[in-house]
C-alpha cells in the first residue's frame, strides 16, 4: 500500500508563489507517472499537471501553464508542485496522485494524498 502526504499548502497573496510537496511510502513511486489535481468547494477534481515516471515529459492544464511547475525527485520519493503568479482562482484543496489508470488527466489515479488547502488572497 502507498501512502502519499502532501505538504507546503497555506494562504498566499495573489501573486505569490507557494511551493507544494508529495512524499511517497510503500510503493514504486520511481516507476510511476505522478499528477497534481485540485478540488474548490462545490466543483469537481481538475488536472493541473502530471510529469512521466523519468520526469522528461510534464503535462499542465491551459490554466496554469507558464505559471506552475512540476517536478520529481525519484531518488526521495518527492515530487513538487511551484506555483507562480498565483490567483484567487487558484485557491483550492490541491491533491497528488500516482500511477495513472488511462489518461494523465483523468482523476483516475492508483493512489491519492489526503490534500493540501492553497488560499489566495486579492
Known amino acids: 500500500q502507498v501512502q502519499m502526504v502532501e505538504s507546503g499548502g497555506g494562504l498566499v497573496q495573489a501573486g505569490g508563489s507557494l511551493r507544494l510537496s508529495c512524499a511517497a511510502a510503500?510503493?514504486?513511486?520511481?516507476?510511476?507517472?505522478v499528477g497534481w489535481f485540485r478540488q474548490a468547494p462545490g466543483k469537481e477534481r481538475e488536472f493541473v499537471a502530471a510529469?512521466?515516471?523519468?520526469?522528461?515529459?510534464?503535462y499542465y492544464a491551459d490554466s496554469v501553464k507558464g505559471r506552475f511547475a512540476i517536478s520529481r525527485d525519484n531518488a526521495k520519493n518527492t515530487m513538487y508542485l511551484q506555483m507562480n503568479s498565483l490567483k484567487p482562482e487558484d485557491a483550492a484543496n490541491y491533491y497528488c496522485?500516482?500511477?495513472?489508470?488511462?489518461?494523465?488527466?483523468?482523476?483516475?489515479?492508483?493512489?491519492w494524498g489526503q490534500g493540501t488547502q492553497v488560499t489566495v488572497s486579492s
Open positions: 510529469i512521466s515516471w523519468s520526469g522528461g515529459r510534464t
Open positions: 510503500g510503493g514504486t513511486f520511481g516507476s510511476s507517472a
Open positions: 496522485a500516482l500511477r495513472p489508470r488511462g489518461s494523465y488527466y483523468n482523476a483516475d489515479y492508483d493512489y
